[in-house]
């Protein structure tokens, strides 16, 4: 297992897994403030942490966090008939994903 990044909630953390397990990049979300005794290390050192399974797919795994974290502000239509605004890869309406664009 290697350490991929810090998450900086838990909420975000299980997004970010969630969308690199759909990309056949299987990660794990690790809360690391369980491993340490509470008041015992920095606050900057609390949160969840994304791990890597295998290392091999650290540089797709790389690549695709860093689309997550700065998600590109765009417009799409889906088939629906839902107008999509923000980053998200999916219809909030009816679940289908974005087709490539
Ligand atoms: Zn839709």
């Known amino acids: ?4 990044c810090r998450a900086p ?9 969630d969308v690199l397990n759909r990309a056949r990049i299987e990660v794990t ?5 369980q491993q340490g005794v509470a008041g015992d ?3 900057d050192q609390v949160g969840p942490e994304l791990w890597l399974m295998d290392e ?10 860093a689309v997550l974290r700065n998600p590109p502000q ?3 239509f889906c088939d629906c008939g839902e107008e999509i605004e923000g980053g998200f890869e999916q219809c ?5 994903m974005r ?3």
């Open 1 to 4: 297992m290697k350490r991929l």
């Open 9 to 17: 909630s838990l909420a975000l953390a299980q997004i970010w897994c």
């Open 29 to 33: 979300v690790q809360r690391i403030y």
């Open 41 to 43: 290390i920095p606050l």
């Open 56 to 65: 091999s797919q650290l540089v797709h795994a790389q690549e695709l966090l």
């Open 74 to 76: 765009r417009r799409w």
């Open 92 to 96: 909030w309406n009816c679940g289908a």
């Open 99 to 101: 087709l490539a664009p």
